[in-house]
């Protein structure tokens, strides 16, 4: 089993930033795609990146490319999401998730979540 714990939500003015973490424990985590979905009130669930078990892949939803930065540290066994430029709209309740090897874009194929963190942004 793994268990995916995040943080580093909060609240923050339009142009700010935050860095979320998800930290990882369980059974071997190093091989495993992890991405990055958020869900606002009402809304689906969205896919917003992923990154490879090596690191050396990312991808991006189009809404998020060129603010937002996908990185891992398996050593820690750790994903992080940087998010700049912040925008109202980019609130919403932050997941990460994992699953096997290849990353997808679709939340339904991805095994493990975390619980959450709230991130409000402000105009």
């Known amino acids: 089993q793994v268990r995916l714990v995040e943080s580093g939500g909060g609240s923050v003015q339009a142009g700010g930033s935050l860095r979320l973490s998800c930290a990882a424990s369980g059974r071997t985590v190093r091989n495993l795609a992890m991405a990055w979905f958020r869900q606002a009130p009402g809304k689906e669930r969205e896919f917003l990146a992923a990154?490879?078990?090596?690191?050396?892949?990312?991808y991006y939803a189009d809404s998020v490319k060129g603010r937002f930065t996908i990185s891992r540290d398996n050593a820690k066994s750790t994903v992080y999401l940087q998010m700049n430029s912040l925008k109202p709209e980019d609130t919403a309740v932050y997941y990460c998730?994992?699953?096997?090897?290849?990353?997808?874009?679709?939340?339904?194929?991805?095994?493990?979540w975390g619980q959450g963190t709230q991130v409000t942004v402000s105009s």
């Open positions: 990154i490879t078990w090596t690191g050396g892949s990312t």
């Open positions: 998730a994992g699953r096997g090897i290849y990353f997808r874009t679709n939340p339904s194929e991805y095994d493990y």
